[in-house]
């Protein structure tokens, strides 16, 4: 499928690992040249020379911390002019309620909740002077399968939810889409340190990490690649009519309600 990528431009934060690096990859691949933002400039730099090596795109790197208001509107600035933003870039911390301090709290809603909140605000409003574009928000299935294990993430993610569907509800008259994704248990090194900060806090030993991949869905978690793709599709013109909603990636997390309780014995 075609999907009439060719000669956009994206910007993707978060970009150097994970679910950024692989949607850089594919939407390189696609054709569209793109701007790669996130704290390593080394790694950036390894990922620049690996898109040049297999695609014919623009790709520019923007390093550097992203976790206040100024960096996000230097970056908008820096960028300039562009046809799909996806927000990536975020890690609230694991922990339960008596864990996390506030400044735990803060330091996660600074990078992931305010850092798309003011990215999207600052970009929304070029597009709208236009009259297109894409805002894909990779957000996380906690916000809609409550974890108390994780309990900053899934109250960040909450509003994220909100916003992308407040913002999308009406975006279309613009002709602009936003929509978020939600990705489940994700085999990611962030995922692993959350899993682990999961087995020390119930388990006594983050080495248990492990003992709780045989409850999800499959029996094991999803790939960056698979959420690539859907972000990719979202945010190409086939799905034109896609906008105010969030698309949740997650083997059928949200629709079990956990991946702690006991999944039932396959018969």
């Known amino acids: 499928m075609d999907l009439q990528l060719q000669r956009k431009s994206a910007l993707i934060t978060g970009a150097s690992k994970g679910i950024g690096r692989a949607t850089a990859l594919t939407l390189a ?5 793109v ?13 620049r020379k690996e898109i040049l090596g297999k695609h014919k795109v623009r790709v520019d790197l923007y390093p550097g911390d992203l976790s206040s208001t100024k960096s996000m509107l230097d970056l908008a600035n820096a960028v300039g002019e562009i046809d799909i933003l996806v927000n990536n870039a975020g890690d609230i911390p694991a922990g339960t309620v008596e864990a996390l301090t506030d400044a735990d709290w803060r330091r996660g809603f600074d990078l992931k909740l305010f850092g798309y909140i003011n990215l999207t605000r600052e970009i ?17 299935n906690s916000g809609e399968n409550w974890d108390y294990n994780y309990v900053a993430g899934s109250t960040g993610n909450a509003a994220l939810m909100s916003f992308t569907k407040a913002v999308g509800g009406v975006s279309l008259d613009y002709g602009i889409r936003v929509v978020g994704v939600n990705p489940g248990p994700i085999a990611t090194d962030r995922m692993v340190r959350i899993m682990k900060r999961r087995a020390r806090d119930n388990l006594g030993d983050e080495s248990h990490w492990q003992e709780y991949m045989s409850d999800y869905p499959g029996g094991r978690m999803g790939t960056d690649q698979e959420v690539a793709d859907t972000i990719v599709f979202l945010a190409s013109p086939r799905a034109g009519y896609i906008t105010g909603t969030v698309v949740t990636v997650d083997g059928g997390v949200a629709g079990y309600g956990s991946v702690i309780k006991q999944r039932p014995k396959r018969q």
């Open 124 to 140: 929304y409003l070029r597009m709208k002077k236009r009259g297109s574009g894409v805002i894909i928000n990779n957000i996380g």
């Open 29 to 33: 691949a696609e054709g569209c040249s």
């Open 35 to 47: 701007h790669l933002a996130a704290r390593s400039g080394d790694t950036l730099e390894e990922l």
